[in-house]
């Protein structure tokens, strides 16, 4: 595969600039301008603003060498807004395989500090990249992404480093048009924080998240349970 020259980054969270993705995005956009490459954003939630927008899109991804999904797992697969923009894509790019091959990568972030969590969703896009005539570059996976939580990644805790390292091994590899390597997938998925101190961390931040709705009296219902009784652990 030849070397791209420029490349679209489609941001999937909803959160939109003050998502863990975005973040991501902003320092890989950063290391592929560093490799000369010329790189646009766009928020895949904007896309379906208006049938303008959609068809925007489209024309963008015609005129780029790269393409690079970064996106949350929602429920073991990507959001549904992102499904339905890869639809359409693979819709739209039947028949120009040929004419114009492209490089595909994807960067999912989960909740989870297991970022085994994330191989459904990257298989999804694999497959996508397949159906779309689209050249797989692979994929980076990340766990407990609300350990950045929307925050810069330079104002992040100091493990964090080592993501940065990771998007700018996989920006180097992509900008000559190869695959991220396994090397970039070993930075990223070392666990930011060990699991005990994780789950402690995520009980606390439920538990304020249920005070703030005044939702702590339901935090153990199972309103789908018939055998639970409501209020009841
Ligand atoms: C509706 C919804 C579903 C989610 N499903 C999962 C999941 O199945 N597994 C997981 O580990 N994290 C899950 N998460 C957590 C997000 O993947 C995680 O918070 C991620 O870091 C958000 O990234 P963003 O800031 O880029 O949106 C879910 C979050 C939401 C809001």
């Avoid at 895949?44 to 489209?58: C, D, G, H, I, M």
């Amino acid at each position: 595969m030849t070397a791209p020259k420029n490349a679209l980054i489609l941001i999937g969270s909803p959160r939109l600039k003050k998502s863990t993705s975005a973040r991501l995005a902003a320092v890989l956009e950063e290391h592929l301008e560093k490799q000369g490459l010329k790189v646009a954003r766009l928020y895949s939630r904007k896309v379906f603003a208006s049938p303008q927008n959609t068809k925007e899109l489209l024309a963008q991804i015609d005129t780029s060498d790269l393409l690079v999904l970064i996106s949350p797992l929602y429920v073991d697969s990507l959001p549904a807004p992102v499904t339905r923009l890869l639809e359409i894509v693979a819709e739209n790019r039947r028949g120009k395989e040929a004419s114009s091959p492209k490089l595909f990568a994807a960067i999912i972030n989960c909740g989870l500090p297991d970022s085994r969590q994330n191989t459904c969703a990257l298989n999804i896009c694999r497959i996508f990249a397949r159906h779309s005539g689209l050249v797989w570059a692979g994929g980076l996976s990340l766990a407990s992404g609300e350990i950045i939580g929307g925050r810069p990644l330079s104002q992040a805790q100091p493990g964090v480093r080592r993501i940065k390292k990771a998007l700018e091994v996989a920006a180097v590899f992509l900008a000559k048009g190869q695959s991220i390597p396994n090397r970039a997938q070993q930075l990223m998925e070392k666990p930011l924080a060990p699991w005990p101190i994780y789950l402690w961390m995520g009980s606390i931040w439920f538990y304020r998240a249920a005070r703030r709705n005044k939702a702590t009296s339901k935090m153990h219902d199972r309103p789908y349970d018939k055998r639970a009784v409501p209020g009841k652990r």
